[in-house]
């Protein structure tokens, strides 16, 4: 059985773009899925890059995400 990565490495643009998207303000995405605002302003920012798997899931549920668009290098993962 194959472990997850310890770290995902988020694409800071595509997650504020879709967060955007959907008219979610910053802090109502961050108080959502647990994490602070400035954490997460910093991931959108690209100051920060990588998550730990929990964090990852709970802002893909926040977000309503199925796939994996959010980590670097799966930008066109909707459209497959």
């Known amino acids: 059985m194959e472990r997850p990565p310890a770290t995902y490495q988020v694409n800071g ?3 504020r773009r879709t967060r ?9 995405v ?5 994490i602070d605002r ?5 991931l959108e920012t690209g ?3 990588h998550m730990r798997p929990g964090t990852y899931a709970a802002l ?3 977000l309503n995400i199925h796939d994996d668009r959010l980590l670097v ?3 066109t993962a909707e459209k497959r």
């Open 47 to 49: 100051v920060r890059q």
């Open 13 to 15: 643009t595509e997650l």
């Open 20 to 28: 955007m998207r959907q008219g979610l303000g910053i802090k109502e």
């Open 60 to 62: 893909r549920t926040v």
């Open 73 to 75: 290098g799966e930008e």
């Open 30 to 34: 961050a108080a959502a899925a647990g």
């Open 38 to 42: 400035s954490y997460l302003q910093r």
